[in-house]
């Protein structure tokens, strides 16, 4: 468990002692969940910074209105959500369910900012988190959309990602993506028949899956 806590990037560059010292200051609570279970719901209160040790779990946020849905799958070992931990509204973007069995550690609000930020490493390794998240979102905005119908709907599931490896479920009808888009309906079914032809993308009705969305190249 340890190893897979000094994997994470707040704890990367503390010296041993250090670590020994907040194993002994801190309280960890440990939980597990079976596949299926929610872990963590969307706009829910945000008062816990939680590590998921093993496991991999299901991350869904849904767009504004709810016409589509982007599912991405996160593996062991990763920080979930810490840039709402704190501000405006400190409450989950996201909808966090166990894809597998996943076990998790939390460390309460209070011990992170009474102990954990009097660690100048720690400090600096959750505001260059949260910073570079919010450079790469607002470098987002600034993109010009692609000519290319192609690189326009890559583009728009890569720019809802949180992570751009690893698996994704986009749940829209094909008429909403293509309004989105601005792409001719029958243009975008070309394109989804050749990335599923690819082996890039696997088309069901009324989503796209990506098995691995960083084989996609265009």
Excluded at 146 to 172: S, Y
């Amino acid at each position: 468990m340890y190893d897979t806590l000094l994997q994470l990037p707040l704890f990367q560059g503390l010296s041993q002692a250090d670590f020994v010292g907040i194993l002994g200051k801190v309280k960890l609570h440990f939980t597990k969940f079976e596949a299926g279970k929610l872990i963590l719901p969307v706009a829910g209160e945000h008062d816990h910074l939680t590590f998921l040790l093993r496991g991999e779990v299901s991350v869904q946020t849904a767009a504004a209105g709810k016409r589509y849905t982007l599912t991405e799958y996160l593996p062991a070992p990763a920080l979930l959500e810490p840039h709402t931990l704190f501000g405006m509204h400190p409450v989950y973007d996201s909808n966090y369910k166990a894809h597998t069995l996943v076990h998790l550690v939390d460390i309460d609000k209070p011990t992170l900012t009474n102990e954990l930020l009097g660690y100048d490493i720690f400090r600096l390794n959750l505001l260059n988190l949260i910073s570079n998240r919010a450079q790469v979102y607002a470098s987002r905005l600034w993109e010009e959309m692609p000519d290319d119908p192609q690189k326009a709907l890559l583009q728009f599931v890569l720019h809802r990602c949180d992570h751009p490896r690893g698996a994704k479920l986009l749940r829209i009808y094909q008429s909403d993506l293509s309004t989105m888009l601005r792409i001719p309906r029958l243009t975008l079914s070309a394109i989804i028949h050749r990335w599923q032809e690819n082996g890039w993308i696997e088309n069901r009705r009324g989503s796209i899956y990506f098995p691995n969305i960083e084989r996609i190249l265009l």
